[in-house]
């Protein structure tokens, strides 16, 4: 279940959706599509962290809060869609500067997008907590919304024209 990146790229890579979960970068579905609230959630997340942080070196004792805590963020983890944005794999890449389409390789037929499109792209890689196995690994969503209800699916490998 891997995804390479590859055609007018200086670094063809591959990439591994079923990692994803475990990175930073990733978006919760339901708020990857609100540009506001997106800013606030990773403001809050990192707010959250910091007072875990204070809260283990002033009382230098792990209190069942934070255990409690861990169990809540593994359960959403295991039940929430996520997406990742796909410019920081673009830009490790190094695109060639001749480039202007990305072709989506899918099962039956490919999907031709402008480059620019793509830079403004997310992948879904997990729904409601499980990689995508029949229609994946990952589905191309448009970062303004415009395919929210109908993605770029069955996607296998991208080619940069």
Same mark, same amino acid.
């Given at each position: 279940?891997?995804?390479?990146?590859? $055609?007018? =790229?200086?670094?063809?890579?591959?990439?591994?959706?079923?990692?994803?979960?475990?990175?930073?970068?990733? =978006?919760?579905?339901?708020?990857?599509? =609100?540009?506001?609230?997106?800013?606030?959630?990773?403001?809050? !997340?990192?707010? *959250? #962290?910091? *007072?875990?942080?204070?809260?283990?070196?002033?009382? *230098?004792?792990?209190?069942?809060?934070?255990? +409690? /805590?861990?169990?809540?963020?593994?359960?959403?983890?295991?039940?929430?869609?996520?997406?990742?944005?796909?410019?920081?794999?673009?830009?490790? #890449?190094? /695109?060639? #500067? +001749?480039? !202007?389409? #990305?072709?989506?390789?899918?099962?039956?037929?490919? =999907?031709?997008?402008?480059?620019?499109?793509?830079?403004?792209?997310?992948?879904?890689?997990?729904?409601?907590?499980? @990689?995508?196995? !029949?229609?994946?690994?990952?589905?191309?969503?448009?970062?303004? $919304?415009?395919?929210?209800?109908? @993605? /770029? !699916?069955?996607?296998?490998?991208? +080619? /940069? *024209?």
């Amino acid at each position: 279940m891997i995804v390479p990146i590859k $055609g007018k =790229v200086k670094f063809p890579i591959t990439l591994d959706p079923t990692v994803w979960i475990f990175d930073d970068r990733k =978006v919760e579905f339901e708020h990857a599509f =609100v540009n506001e609230h997106v800013a606030m959630d990773e403001d809050e !997340t990192l707010k *959250q #962290a910091s *007072q875990r942080w204070e809260r283990e070196i002033s009382e *230098q004792v792990k209190p069942p809060v934070n255990r +409690s /805590i861990k169990k809540y963020e593994r359960e959403k983890m295991l039940s929430s869609s996520y997406v990742i944005p796909l410019e920081d794999f673009l830009n490790h #890449a190094e /695109i060639s #500067a +001749s480039a !202007t389409e #990305a072709v989506l390789i899918r099962e039956l037929e490919n =999907v031709t997008i402008p480059l620019e499109d793509l830079f403004n792209s997310y992948f879904l890689f997990s729904k409601d907590g499980k @990689p995508l196995k !029949t229609d994946g690994p990952v589905h191309l969503y448009y970062k303004d $919304g415009s395919n929210k209800h109908d @993605p /770029i !699916t069955h996607i296998k490998s991208v +080619s /940069i *024209q």
